[in-house]
C-alpha cells in the first residue's frame, strides 16, 4: 500500500474514479493531479499496480464486513468459513463497479485477479488461510488432509470460479451455486477426523 502523501492522493483520485464505473487512464489521472506522468509513475508504479491496489483496498472491507455479518449469525468453524465466503463472492458479483471493470477489461481483469503472479489473490488467498486457521485454532474446524493454505488455494479458486463465471466459461455468475460448492467442499458439521493424516504423509 502507498504511505507517500503524493501517492495516496493520486490512489484516492483513482480509486474514486474507478468506483464511479470509469477507465482509469494515467495521463488523465496525471493532469488532474497537475503533475507528468513519469511523477505519477514513480508514487503508484504502473496501472496494473494502481489497478491491484484499488482493487485491493476494496476487497479488504469487503472481506471484513462479511467476517462480521459471520459473527452476528454466530456461525462457527466450516459454517463460519462459508458464511464469510459466500457474503464475499455475492458482494463481488453484486458490485456495479466491479462487474464493470470485468466487462470492459476482461484479459486485464483475469490476471490482475486469478494469475499465479497476482498480488490481490496471493493477498485473497493469504486473508483466507488466517480465517481457516482461526476455526482451526478454536477447535472448531480441522481441514485435514490439507493443510490450512492449501485448503485457502481451493476456496479462493472456487470463489473466483462462480465470480468470473462469465469470462471464465460464459455462464451467469451465481453466488447460489458458489455458496453450494464452499458447502460441498467444506460439509459444515462433517469435519474430518483430526487423526486423518495430510495428504504426503507416510
Do not use: C, K
Request: glycine share 6%.
Amino acid at each position: 500500500m502507498y504511505t507517500s502523501d503524493s501517492a495516496l492522493r493520486a490512489f484516492r483520485e483513482a480509486r474514486h474514479t474507478f468506483i464511479a464505473g470509469s477507465r482509469i487512464d494515467m495521463g488523465a489521472l496525471a493532469g488532474s493531479l497537475g503533475v507528468d506522468r513519469t511523477s505519477l509513475f514513480r508514487w503508484v508504479g504502473n496501472r496494473d499496480r494502481l489497478l491491484s491496489e484499488i482493487l485491493w483496498s476494496l476487497a479488504v472491507p469487503t472481506l471484513d464486513q462479511a467476517s462480521r455479518a459471520a459473527d452476528e449469525d454466530r456461525a462457527t468453524g466450516a459454517a463460519r468459513i462459508v458464511d464469510v465466503l459466500d457474503r464475499f463472492t455475492a458482494d463481488l458479483i453484486e458490485a456495479p463497479y466491479f462487474r464493470t471493470f470485468l466487462t470492459r477489461e476482461p484479459a486485464r481483469a483475469l490476471r490482475l485477479l486469478t494469475t499465479r503472479d497476482s498480488d490481490v489473490q496471493s493477498r485473497f488467498v493469504g486473508r483466507v488461510t488466517a480465517l481457516v486457521v482461526e476455526e482451526q485454532s478454536s477447535g472448531d474446524f480441522d481441514p485435514a488432509p490439507l493443510s490450512a493454505e492449501e485448503l485457502a488455494r481451493l476456496l479462493v479458486r472456487i470463489s473466483e470460479s462462480f465470480t468470473y463465471a462469465d469470462l471464465i466459461s460464459g455462464e451467469t455468475p451465481d453466488p447460489v451455486r458458489a455458496r453450494a460448492a464452499f458447502e460441498y467442499v467444506l460439509r459444515p458439521g462433517r469435519n474430518p477426523s483430526p487423526d486423518t493424516p495430510p495428504i504426503g504423509a507416510p
